[in-house]
């Protein structure tokens, strides 16, 4: 099983639509939680972390964990075309006190104008 | 000017050749990570540095060596390039305390023919 697992996708969301973006993780201690933007052929830029139970906002983004499941999600909310990108979550393994992080594959999300 | 530059952008190599990537900083940031990415694989830790004394091999080392010259300057070798390690090679940086985002350079395209 990975650590980390999301769906590829891609998935397709109409402009001003909410995408939903969804990931599992495997080691229930982790304890610190990111999501990454990547646009095609670019670097990979932080979204926001969370670390408690429940929902973090940020403008249209919003992330939301769940520890006692182990997922943490990424709602985007007034979708735009400029949104379209592979969004990677990342996830700081327990027992590890250098920070290191595991990634998910990626779900690619396309924004329909 | 950027905080994380990588050179070279691209490199096309052969079997067997040596091969260095370099990564420079301008953060000030004690850590530095490499990371390899492939299509539907995800973001992979090759090598981590804490700092200039301190080298640790990540999930998948084999193959690769690295040196960390400077506080500012993290090398990525290549020793015999194989075609199996053409991916997208990434640089990282983050400063070790608090939430510890990591921030990732522009890449390199590695073509291994």
């Known amino acids: 099983q990975k650590e980390v697992e999301q769906n590829s996708g891609p998935l397709s969301v109409p402009e001003g639509a909410i995408a939903s973006l969804n990931c599992t993780y495997s080691?229930?201690?982790?304890?610190?939680f990111f999501w990454y933007r990547q646009y095609s052929g670019k670097s990979p830029e932080l979204i926001m972390f969370?670390?408690?139970?429940g929902d973090k906002e940020d403008g249209r983004f919003t992330a939301q964990l769940n520890k006692a499941s182990q997922y943490v999600s990424l709602l985007i909310r007034d979708s735009q075309p400029s949104d379209s990108a592979t969004y990677l979550c990342?996830?700081?393994?327990?027992?590890?006190?250098?920070?290191?992080?595991?990634f998910g594959a990626g779900t690619t999300v396309t924004v329909r104008a | 000017d950027a905080d994380v530059t990588q050179t070279p952008r691209n490199r096309i190599t052969k079997t067997g050749k040596r091969i260095m990537l370099e990564c420079s900083q301008t953060?000030?940031?004690?850590?530095m990570y490499w990371y390899r990415q492939d299509p539907g694989l995800g973001l992979r830790l090759i090598y981590y540095?804490?700092?200039?004394?301190?080298?640790n091999k990540g999930e998948i080392s084999d193959g690769y060596s690295v040196s960390r010259q400077a506080q500012a300057k993290f090398s990525l070798s290549l020793e015999s390039a194989i075609p199996n390690q053409t991916a997208l090679y990434f640089c990282?940086?983050?400063?070790?305390?608090?939430?510890?985002?990591?921030?990732f350079g522009p890449g390199t395209r590695l073509t291994v023919l």
């Open positions: 953060k000030g940031h004690d850590r």
């Open positions: 080691d229930r201690g982790s304890q610190s």
């Open positions: 990282a940086t983050s400063l070790g305390q608090g939430t510890d985002t990591q921030y």
């Open positions: 969370i670390y408690s139970n």
């Open positions: 990342a996830v700081n393994p327990p027992g590890t006190n250098d920070y290191k992080l595991s």
């Open positions: 540095s804490f700092d200039v004394k301190d080298i």
